[in-house]
């Protein structure tokens, strides 16, 4: 079965500092992995997506998430983040056939930004 | 292009009353997902439909939920009767199609409170 673990349930940066944020899943083959972000009172919004080539993969508002194998992680890194960013981070691996489309989510990662 | 439209953004509830909950996808998309998301977890997925037939609905507990998505657009989540257990956001999703490289989009979710 897949399965997704963000071991970092709360992070608090200093905006302008750079941000990683943790991400490692279990799956049996080479997984679909993807990076979405909740603000308050909104939806799901993609950051980014793996589904294979480049492991430096790179998303929206400044993100990028690097694929290692050898790891099973896929972690998501900013160089400076902005206060604008203060929203939960979900990590999320799909499955390639059967249940291809079916997302497991982490338990996601709630990031707080100091002025 | 308008997103995913859910309604109603909030309900309370007694336990043991019905609810339900309705959703209207991207235009053109022809999968449909329900995700409950429990306060402190990620989305787990209740229900995915491919048009209007049911692909996936090995999650969703079948004595006190349904779902529908007649005429494949507009879909409606309910539940009869209410456990305290419920309480969570109901997420709506749509995607062009069940592949796992086909985003998800998300709408903003229905909080429901059991009490």
């Known amino acids: 079965a897949q399965s997704v673990t963000q071991p970092d349930i709360h992070i608090t940066v200093s905006e302008g500092a750079s941000l990683e944020l943790r991400c490692n899943y279990s799956?049996?083959?080479?997984?679909?992995l993807f990076w979405y972000v909740q603000s308050p009172g909104q939806g799901l919004q993609l950051l980014l997506k793996?589904?294979?080539?480049?492991?430096l993969v790179q998303g929206i508002k400044g993100f990028e998430a690097e694929f290692k194998r050898s790891q099973s992680s896929f972690n998501l890194r900013k160089p400076s983040v902005h206060w604008s960013d203060a929203a939960e981070y979900f990590c999320?691996?799909?499955?390639?056939?059967?249940?291809?489309?079916?997302?497991?989510f982490g338990t996601g990662t709630r990031l707080q930004v100091t002025l | 292009e308008a997103g995913v439209a859910q309604s109603p953004r909030y309900k309370i509830i007694e336990k043991r009353q019905s609810v339900a909950f309705w959703c209207n996808p991207i235009?053109?998309?022809?999968?449909l997902y329900w995700y409950q998301q429990i306060l402190g977890q990620g989305p787990k997925l209740l229900i995915q439909?491919?048009?209007?037939?049911?692909?996936?609905d090995s999650q969703l507990p079948k004595d006190r939920f349904s779902a529908e998505r007649l005429k494949g657009v507009d879909s409606t989540l309910k539940i009869q009767p209410a456990k305290l257990e419920d309480s969570a956001v109901y997420l709506c999703a749509s995607s062009l199609g069940p592949a796992a490289t086909d985003t998800q989009y998300f709408g903003p979710g229905t909080r429901l409170t059991v009490l």
């Open positions: 235009s053109g998309h022809a999968t």
């Open positions: 799956y049996g083959a080479t997984p679909y």
């Open positions: 439909f491919q048009n209007n037939g049911v692909v996936d």
């Open positions: 793996y589904f294979s080539g480049d492991t």
């Open positions: 999320a691996v799909g499955g390639r056939t059967g249940t291809a489309s079916k997302l497991t």
